[in-house]
């Protein structure tokens, strides 16, 4: 199948690439399937792109490459609802803010999006957690050119 995106050109996917959002996504409540494809030269960002509106896709990142520690526990209804077996089931993404300045891009801690990658089940959560900012900056000072 094919997917023509506003940004990234035509994407070919198989339908066992779809991933269901029964509950939707925060802000696009009425879209409920999304493929993942990494972006192009740069390996640590990939995008959760509709695949039922080309115009709306989510550069999203690992949470683990912003903070080595991150963790939460799922609720057991979330599980449930998920699917879950096993932590080997479970991608864990968080949404990013592109900027202009690298130094500005952020990614959102909070509101992890969490797949099960066997069955093809995702849903966004929002932690109850302080330690987590909604604007995490993804490139410490020491990154700065």
Do not use: W
């Not at 509106?53 to 903070?67: H, M, N, R, Y």
């Not at 801690?109 to 089940?121: D, F, G, Q, T």
């Not at 959560?125 to 330690?131: D, G, H, T, V």
């Amino acid at each position: 199948m094919q997917l023509k995106t506003k940004y990234h050109g035509v994407r070919e996917y198989k339908e066992d690439d779809i991933i269901s959002f029964n509950k939707g996504i925060c802000g696009f409540g009425k879209l409920n399937k999304f493929i993942i494809f990494p972006v192009e030269e740069n390996e640590i960002f990939s995008v959760l792109h509709s695949i039922e509106d080309g115009e709306i896709g989510l550069v999203v990142i690992s949470p683990f490459a912003v903070e080595e520690n991150y963790e939460f526990k799922l609720p057991e209804e979330t599980i449930k609802r998920l699917k879950i077996n096993s932590p080997e089931e479970v991608l864990v993404l968080t949404t990013v803010t592109l900027h202009s300045d690298v130094t500005n891009i952020t990614t959102n801690l909070r509101a992890p999006i969490v797949i099960n990658i066997k069955s093809k089940l995702g849903e966004q959560i929002i932690l109850n957690n302080e330690k987590y900012l909604i604007k995490q900056p993804i490139f410490k000072e020491a990154d700065k050119c």
